[in-house]
Structures are given as C-alpha cells and as structure tokens.
Nanobody
Framework: VQLQASGGGLVQAGGSLRLSCAASGTLTSINLMAWYRQAPGKQRELVAHITSGGATGYADSVKGRFTISRDNAKNTAYLQMNSLKPEDTAVYFC?????????WGPGTLVTVSS
C-alpha cells in the first residue's frame, strides 16, 4: 500500500487549505484513513479519522474547523482545513489502517503565518 499526500503550503491565518491522500496498491474495502500532524518539537498527534463507512472523529483542537472526507471510488481521503491558525503549522501525515497493518505516507508541510 502506498499513500501520496498533497495540498500543503503556506497560508495566512484565517485561510483554508485542502489536503488529499491517494492510496494505491493492494487495498481492502474495510479500512480507516486518518490525518496526523507533527509540529516542531512536538509529538505526532491524530487530527482526524474516517472509516470506510464514513464515521469520523476529530481532535478537539480542530473540531468545527477541519472536515475529513473520502471518495472510496478514488481511494482518496481529504482534509478540508478552514480558519487556520498559526498553531496548525505542522507536517501533516496521511495514514491508512487495513488488515491489521499501518501505512504512512510522506508528510506534507502546512505553514500558517500570523
């Protein structure tokens, strides 16, 4: 399984970005996809997750601002990030869980300027 993330960049506080994560390889219909992030000097943290059935969960710090979604036909998950804050600056990692295995994509940098 390979994951390719895209959509990171530099944005001003209050702005929006949308991250995409495309999965390829041997994929199963039952899976979970998620976004994690890691800010400089901090541990990696879970931002949002979505099951193959569409159930979602969010970190308290992003509730009401971020929305995770997926297109199962395209094997792609998205993270719509609105009302971005400087503290959202981090490397964002796409994650997939299937068949009791974890897969990570390369990170994409999101920088929010004040």
């Amino acid at each position: 399984v390979q994951l390719q993330a895209s959509g990171g960049g530099l944005v001003q506080a209050g702005g929006s970005l949308r991250l995409s994560c495309a999965a390829s390889g041997t994929l199963t219909s039952i899976n979970l996809m998620a976004w994690y992030r890691q800010a400089p000097g901090k541990q990696r943290e879970l931002v949002a997750h979505i099951t193959s059935g569409g159930a979602t969960g969010y970190a308290d710090s992003v509730k009401g601002r971020f929305t995770i979604s997926r297109d199962n036909a395209k094997n792609t998950a998205y993270l719509q990030m609105n009302s971005l804050k400087p503290e959202d600056t981090a490397v964002y990692f796409c994650h997939r869980f299937q068949d009791s295995k974890l897969y990570w994509g390369p990170g994409t940098l999101v920088t929010v300027s004040s």
